[in-house]
């Protein structure tokens, strides 16, 4: 007599498939990548909606109630002058986009360029460079950017060139070393035997070899860049104070947080973590994409 087979297990105990670390990495990534985007879209079309009378002018101060609390007119409230949360929480993201990008494409067009430069020719130039990247990368981002922002003064520009010298270093060492390593390849070899210029070797033959890390970089330095800023508008060397910036919005409702006015603090601060979420994220999966393999070691 055969034997009768056990009956299937409940569905409450049966095992369930694991995520693999791929998947896990390809969804924070997506997420990453809609958090990023939603705060690009609102920097673009933040002009848009205040010229079509959705949203207040964030520079406009004392014609709103003082310290009025989220409700449906003000849905994020308004601060001790008189602005509206909603509307300088909206803008401070486009001028976030405007000075982390400005940064990060500055120090890139100077760092990537020494780099090659550097690890192509090496001697004495390679050496000299990499001690002067070397010094300027052991010192802290924020005191550095601080130190900067007492000499070029308040403004995007200036505070763009405060954060970029910080970040050159980054991009300088990336690019070094991966120019370094792929020089001795056989088919660099052959461009400077067939009489190849510099010029050539360099633009032609190296240089979509040494950047793939750089989009990395790239994302990971804006998501740093933000919080840089938003420490320099915090200590009042950022931008002028007109201007909607989330981190001088936060030091301004410090005052009346002990009070119970917590909303001019809040969505500034909620805001500029998502924004670094989101770049943060985008970063790391760009990187579990890039560079599978160091998953993998991992």
């Known amino acids: 007599m055969a034997a009768t087979p056990p009956p299937p297990l409940p569905l409450s105990w049966r095992p369930r498939p694991r995520l693999s ?4 990495s390809g969804l924070l ?27 207040q002018d964030p520079t406009t101060a004392l014609q709103n109630p003082i310290h009025q609390p989220p409700d449906s ?13 909603f509307a300088r929480t909206l803008f401070g993201s486009q001028v976030a986009w405007q000075v982390v990008l400005l940064a990060t494409l500055l120090s890139l067009v100077v760092g990537v360029p020494l780099g090659m430069v550097s690890g192509y020719l090496g001697g004495r130039l390679d ?49 070094r070393n991966h120019t370094v390593s792929v020089k001795t390849e056989l088919f660099i070899e052959a461009a400077q035997a067939l009489g190849a210029s510099t010029w050539t070797v360099l633009t032609r033959y190296l240089f979509l070899n040494v950047i793939q890390s750089v989009p990395v970089l790239f994302t990971l330095n804006a998501a740093d860049a ?53 770049l943060s994220l985008l970063g790391e999966g760009l990187n579990e994409a890039i560079n599978p393999r160091q998953r993998q070691d991992s």
Not at 44 to 55: C, E, I, K, Y
Not at 137 to 156: C, E, I, K, Q
Not at 226 to 251: H, M, N, S, T, Y
């Open 29 to 55: 990534m997506v997420a990453g990548l809609l958090l990023t985007a939603v705060f690009i879209f609102i920097a673009v079309l933040a002009p848009a909606f205040q010229a079509a009378g959705w949203l």
């Open 127 to 175: 050496r000299t460079l990499l001690f002067l990247m070397d010094t300027i990368y052991t010192l802290p981002g924020l005191l550095l950017s601080v130190t900067l922002a007492f000499v070029v003064g308040r403004g995007v520009v200036n505070a763009a060139i405060a954060l970029s010298i910080a970040y050159i270093p980054q991009y300088y060492r990336v690019v």
């Open 226 to 278: 933000i919080l840089v800023l938003g420490g320099l508008g915090f200590l009042g060397l950022g931008l002028p104070e007109q201007v909607p910036e989330w981190g001088a919005d936060i030091r301004q409702a410090l005052d009346a947080l002990p009070t119970g006015i917590w909303w001019p603090a809040l969505f500034p601060g909620l805001a500029l973590t998502l924004m670094v979420t989101g």
């Open 73 to 85: 007119h003000y849905w994020f409230g308004t601060t001790r002058q008189g602005y509206d949360v």
């Open 21 to 24: 670390l791929a998947r896990v």
